[in-house]
Each structure stands twice: as structure tokens, then as C-alpha cells.
């Protein structure tokens, strides 16, 4: 997403930080073009979603510092709903599949730990309000996702039905093949664009999120590991077309 250059005069510049952090909410709710439609049309109802809407169209939180912080109120109410999303589908798993989704959590817990000097070297290479506020949205958007996808393994695990059909070899799958060509794709483009002494941040991730993925395939259909992958290639896309902007 591009976003107009702010211009800092007669109140504009409140204005445009107002519009972009809009901007990256809708980001959060709707732009992810591998999400599931169904988990994202009931999500963009939530309370939480709701709630940041109302603090970013606060006068008084029309500063960066007030918009961040409206992010970052959400991201800990998502990471509050992804604790007690997950504390409810350890009661309702048989053991041998609990122990899956644990692998699951931790890898993702890894993944995540890993992206964090992955976002802070993209974003040293920026300069502007409108990407101190990207930075709090992707900071948002993988504990959302998580959360949303532990909801939604509860309410399945809550209706009793069958374990997801087993996935297929991502080679066998050409969806699955062909999101993993773009992820590469934009992998390398980011790598090429980094500064060098910061592209082992990008290595590091990349391969914690490799682990996620390969944990996470074992609980989810194939539909649901195209969810996981697309929302890494968004993620990588827009780190590559961040890089260095100013």
C-alpha cells in the first residue's frame, strides 16, 4: 500500500497521520489476499477491531504517538484473545493431537521472536511517519492471525468434528507450490534491497518461519496452510517494497 507523503502545514500533518493510521487499520482487517473470507468477515466485527477504529478517530490520539499506541492497545487485546483461545483448545484436544498443536504454538512463539530484529532493520532504513505506523500494523497482524486461527480450531474442536484431512506434499499441491515461488521471490528481492550487515535478520526469520509452517501443516487442511503462507508472502512483499524508503 502507498500512502500520500504528509504535508506538515495548517493542521495537515494530524490529518494525514489520522489517514494512514485508517489506512494501515484497514491493512489489519482486510488486505491479506490468502485469508480465509469466512474467518476474516466475522473478525472485522470484533470488539477489538472496533475499538481501535474508534481510538484512531480520536482527536486526542491523532498524534503518531496516539496512533501507535491505538495499534498496540489492539495487538495486546489480540494477544489476550490468542491466550485464552489457546488455554480453551488444550481442554478440548485428545493428547496425541494437543501435542501437535503445542509444537504449533511454540514454533509460531519462535517465528515471531525471530521477526522482531527482522522488522527493526526494514524500518532503520526508513524515514517518516507513515512508517513508524507501518511498523506498529505488522508488529498487529501476526497476533491477530493467530488468534483468529485458534478461535477457529476451537469452534471446530467444540463441534466434534474429524481432525483436518491430512495435507499433501506442498509439491503435490499447486497453490501451496505457487505461493512458495512468490515467497521466494520476494524473499531474494528483500535480501538484494537490505543493507548487508542486516540480511542475516532475514535468514534467521525465514527459517524460524520454515519451522512454524512445517509444525503447523500436521493441524490444518491445505486451505489452511495457504492461509499461513499467503500471509507470510504479504508480509515479505511489503518488507521488500519498505526497504529503504524515506
Same mark, same amino acid.
Given at each position: 500500500?502507498?500512502?500520500?507523503?504528509?504535508?506538515?502545514?495548517?493542521?495537515?500533518?494530524?490529518?494525514?497521520?489520522r489517514a494512514a493510521a485508517f489506512a494501515f487499520a484497514g491493512t489489519a482487517l482486510f488486505t491479506l489476499a490468502f485469508a480465509a473470507t469466512a474467518r476474516a468477515e466475522v473478525a472485522a466485527a470484533d470488539p477489538i477491531d472496533a475499538a481501535m477504529r474508534t481510538c484512531l478517530a480520536r482527536s486526542d490520539m491523532s498524534s503518531t504517538v496516539g496512533q501507535v499506541?491505538?495499534?498496540?492497545?489492539?495487538?495486546i487485546g489480540?494477544?489476550?484473545?490468542?491466550?485464552?483461545?489457546? !488455554?480453551?483448545?488444550?481442554?478440548?484436544?485428545?493428547?496425541?493431537?494437543?501435542?501437535?498443536? !503445542?509444537?504449533?504454538?511454540?514454533?509460531?512463539?519462535a517465528s515471531r521472536d525471530a521477526e522482531k530484529p527482522l522488522l527493526a532493520a526494514v524500518f532503520a532504513t526508513t524515514r517518516g511517519t507513515m512508517y513508524?505506523?507501518?511498523?506498529?500494523?505488522m508488529q498487529l497482524q501476526p497476533v491477530r492471525d493467530r488468534a483468529l486461527a485458534l478461535r477457529s480450531a476451537v469452534a471446530k474442536a467444540s463441534a466434534g468434528g474429524d481432525p483436518p484431512r491430512r495435507a499433501r506434499a506442498c509439491e503435490a499441491d499447486a497453490r501451496c507450490e505457487h505461493a512458495m515461488f512468490d515467497l521466494n521471490r520476494y524473499a531474494r528481492r528483500l535480501q538484494t534491497r537490505m543493507p548487508?550487515?542486516?540480511?542475516?535478520t532475514l535468514t534467521r526469520a525465514q527459517k524460524a518461519?520454515?519451522?512454524?509452517?512445517?509444525?503447523?501443516?500436521?493441524?490444518?487442511?491445505?486451505?489452511?496452510r495457504i492461509d499461513i503462507i499467503g500471509a507470510r508472502v504479504a508480509t515479505i512483499k511489503r518488507l521488500s517494497e519498505t526497504v529503504g524508503n524515506d
Open positions: 500500500m502507498r500512502l500520500t507523503r504528509f504535508i506538515a502545514s495548517n493542521g495537515a500533518w494530524r490529518r494525514g497521520a499506541q491505538c495499534m498496540d492497545t489492539a495487538r489480540w494477544q489476550t484473545a490468542l491466550d485464552n483461545a489457546w !488455554q480453551q483448545l488444550q481442554g478440548q484436544l485428545p493428547p496425541a493431537r494437543r501435542k501437535l498443536w !503445542q509444537k504449533s504454538q511454540a514454533s509460531w512463539q513508524v505506523l507501518s511498523e506498529a500494523d548487508a550487515h542486516s540480511r542475516p518461519w520454515t519451522a512454524y509452517l512445517d509444525a503447523a501443516t500436521p493441524v490444518v487442511d491445505e486451505r489452511g
